[in-house]
Structures are given as C-alpha cells and as structure tokens.
C-alpha cells in the first residue's frame, strides 16, 4: 500500500483535528509544531504501510506530540492516546474505497504509534510532575530561608 497524496491529506486533516481543540486560532509556532510531528509520523506510516525500513525518526516525533498533549489539562491520557488512534478515522475519511488490507497495514502502523505514544506520554507526565515537586521544593526552601531572615532580624516568630 502507497498512501502517495492521500499522505498530504490525511497529515493536513489530523493536524487540524489536534488544533480543533483551541477556541481561537494557536500561534503559528504551535501550528508548525504539531504540523512538523504529525507529517513525520504519517511518513513513517507511509513506509510501514509500503514495507520499507523508514528515514523519519518517529519516536522523536511521538515524543515531541506526547509532550504537547501531556500538557494540555483537558486531556485525559485515554484522549491523548486517542488522538492517535483518530488517525484510523482520517484515514478512512480521506480514502473511504481503501481495501481492507490497506486498512489492517495502516491500523497496525497506528497501533504501534499509539503504543510508543503511551510510552512517551507517561514519561512526559512523570516529567512535568517531577517539575512540580522541584518547584514546590523551592517554594518551601524560600519560604524557610524568610522565616530564617525574619528570625535573624526580628527575633522568634510570633505563635500565635
């Protein structure tokens, strides 16, 4: 199977459905962003499907869309893995006549994306929650260093 130009189709048309998320339009940097992952994950795709080994670095481009998603907080995890397996959808949408052995190669390529995306979801998550903490961690570190200061000039604090 060649996805050939149905490949531009079904990049543009996920692309637009990962950004249907926005009530104004995003920033063109965000637009490139998500355009840059999702055109590198449908060529990989691309070569899944055609059976050749492929030149695109798809964990990179999984991780840097995981990365996005994960901080995105309307998001469940289900929803975000879900934006892959929309994939599927596109696909039959911008090529409704594909055989059902084109079907069942693309599906398996999404699958497989959609395995290392929940890889690379979880590891973003645990990311940004290990931020967190070093953040809470400063918070609490400066707030002691004022009450030591406060001590230091004014005596104990009050108890009360």
Not at 54 to 77: C, H, I, W
Not at 141 to 156: F, P, Q, T, W
Request: aromatic share 10%.
């Amino acid at each position: 199977m060649k996805l050939g130009s149905r490949k531009d189709k079904i990049a543009k048309a996920w692309k637009e459905f990962l950004l249907s998320g926005f009530s104004v339009k995003p920033m063109i940097e965000i637009e490139e962003y998500i355009e840059s992952c999702t055109r590198k994950i449908v060529d990989y795709i691309d070569s899944y499907c055609k059976g050749e080994k492929s030149n695109v670095d798809v964990l990179e481009a999984v991780d840097d869309l995981m990365r996005y998603l994960a901080t995105d907080g309307k998001l469940s995890p289900g929803d975000s893995i879900r934006q892959i397996l929309y994939l599927k959808n596109i696909a039959l949408k911008v090529d409704p006549k594909m055989n059902k052995e084109e079907f069942f190669r693309f599906s398996n390529a999404v699958d497989d994306i959609a395995c290392l995306a929940f890889d690379k979801y979880v590891e973003a998550k645990e990311h940004i929650y290990l931020l967190r903490v070093k953040e809470k961690e400063r918070t609490i570190d400066m707030l002691r260093k004022a009450m030591s200061h406060y001590e230091e000039y004014y005596g104990n604090l009050p108890t009360e």
